[in-house]
């Protein structure tokens, strides 16, 4: 497992899933996921062959949402030199969907199921090229219905992952932002379903 990369736990009905960042031998650093099921873990399978080589941590894991009875995995992976952001359900086969890529993409996806979809932030970049905090809803097939940058960011790690929660029929969203050398700040925003 690679170590400094958030994980995500969650339950679809059958059992429990935990989302992670593998790490093979071969420093491939592609997402996996693990089910409990039966009163045991069963083995580990890859959640898609992203094939991202890295030799060292990209501090960068795993989102999971779960739809009704199903499992929807939200990641970061770097394809021909640029960040994407994937979305798949666990139950498929089907390639991933993308939902943004770009130089200025930093990932840390977050998602949590939203009315009858999914909710998904992270940290993407607005149409100037700037890094901007990326708030996304989709449907239950992963399409999108509606999009808005929350906020534009500097970039680095002292942005830190910004966090999704939900209950009932609002979601609340937070983030830190580094206004200067040492000085950060929390930020939140609330988001209604209609």
């Known amino acids: 497992v690679c170590s400094c990369c958030s994980t995500d736990l969650g339950t679809d009905g059958a059992g429990a899933i935990a989302l992670f960042r593998d790490r093979s031998d071969a420093e491939i650093r592609d997402i996996a996921q693990a089910r409990y099921q039966g009163s045991r873990w069963q083995p580990t399978k890859s959640v898609n062959n992203d094939g991202w080589k890295i030799a060292g941590c990209p501090t960068n894991g795993p989102s999971l949402a779960v739809i009704g009875k199903r ?7 770097l394809v021909a ?14 390639q991933p969907v993308l939902l943004e890529k770009g130089a200025a993409v930093l990932g840390r996806p977050d998602a ?21 905090l990326k708030l996304r809803l989709l449907n239950a097939r992963l399409e999108t219905l509606s999009e808005v940058n929350v ?3 500097t970039g680095g790690r002292n942005i830190g992952v910004p966090k999704l929660a939900v209950y009932q029929d ?22 209604a379903y209609q």
């Not at 499992?71 to 992976?77: G, H, K, V």
């Not at 050398?181 to 939140?188: D, E, L, P, T």
């Open 71 to 77: 499992a929807a995995a939200f990641w970061p992976t």
């Open 81 to 94: 030199g640029q960040l994407e952001v994937r979305a798949k359900y666990l139950d498929r086969m089907a």
């Open 151 to 153: 906020a534009e960011l």
């Open 170 to 191: 609002q979601a609340i969203l937070v983030w830190t932002e580094a206004e200067s050398a040492g000085i950060s700040h929390v930020r939140g925003v609330r988001v």
């Open 112 to 132: 949590a199921a939203f009315g009858a979809g999914v909710l998904v932030s992270w940290l993407g970049q607005n149409a100037g090229g700037a890094s901007a």
